[in-house]
């Protein structure tokens, strides 16, 4: 089978630093996306790894290892906008472009 | 905005009955694809399509259906609907179609009443 997890919720201070892990568990993994949902929104994109590593993009960066099957979303300078779901997504070999998603990690940045 | 735009924004009908679910993609993108978002299920994969072809399929209930037509927009269909079929209901378009980057559009609400 396959399996994503993720904490439910975490809390975080503006202008702090924090970390979202996802760990997963799939046959035929190909790829690891983050994205970013508002309450009632769209998921829109943050990052993409299929390589081991560290991927930086402006204040947020993502890292993969694929023999632990654990990523884990870094957010820095946390702004009260940042107040979101963020949802980690497995791509899987051999199924097109299908992505199964974790539950989220609802994130809330306090003043 | 990610260039995928959803009809309608919401749509409140009566159990037992079908509803059409439209999608848009992105100009460019030849694939499309269909999730369901309920409060206790998460992000749940319906189906996707390439090119008007079937690519990719999730656990997508036998009532509904979806195909894509030649200008590459894409119909969900919802019949028979049940209370538990309230939901979000989210079209994504990408390019290829394979592990390239998906962009959602606003989603349609459903709610079942």
């Known amino acids: 089978g396959q399996n994503i997890d993720q904490p439910t919720e975490m809390t975080a201070t503006e202008g702090a630093i924090v970390q979202i892990n996802c760990t997963y568990q799939?046959?035929?993994?190909?790829?690891l996306f983050w994205y970013q949902q508002h309450a009632g929104e769209a998921p829109t994109f943050l990052s993409y790894?299929?390589?081991?590593g560290l991927e930086e993009k402006g204040r947020f960066s993502s890292f993969l290892s694929r023999s632990k099957g654990y990523s884990y979303l870094l957010l820095k300078e946390l702004q009260m906008k940042d107040s979101a779901s963020y949802l980690c997504?497995?791509?899987?070999?051999?199924?097109?472009?299908?992505?199964?998603f974790g539950q989220g990690t609802e994130l809330s940045v306090k003043p | 905005d990610s260039g995928v735009t959803q009809t309608p924004k919401h749509l409140i009908t009566a159990t037992g009955q079908r509803v059409t679910l439209r999608c848009s993609p992105r100009?460019?993108?030849?694939?499309v694809y269909w999730y369901q978002q309920s409060l206790d299920q998460g992000l749940q994969f319906l189906i996707q399509?390439?090119?008007?072809?079937?690519?990719a399929k999730g656990n997508i209930l036998e009532r509904f259906s979806a195909q894509q037509f030649p200008d590459l927009h894409s119909e969900l269909n919802l019949s028979s609907l049940e209370l538990g079929d309230s939901a979000l209901y989210f079209c994504?378009?990408?390019?290829?179609?394979?592990?390239?980057?998906?962009?959602f559009g606003p989603g349609t609400r459903l709610t079942v009443l």
């Open positions: 790894n299929v390589l081991d």
């Open positions: 799939t046959s035929g993994f190909n790829g």
């Open positions: 100009s460019g993108d030849l694939s």
């Open positions: 399509y390439y090119n008007g072809e079937e690519r």
């Open positions: 994504a378009s990408s390019v290829s179609g394979d592990t390239d980057t998906q962009y």
């Open positions: 997504a497995v791509h899987t070999y051999n199924q097109g472009g299908k992505l199964i």
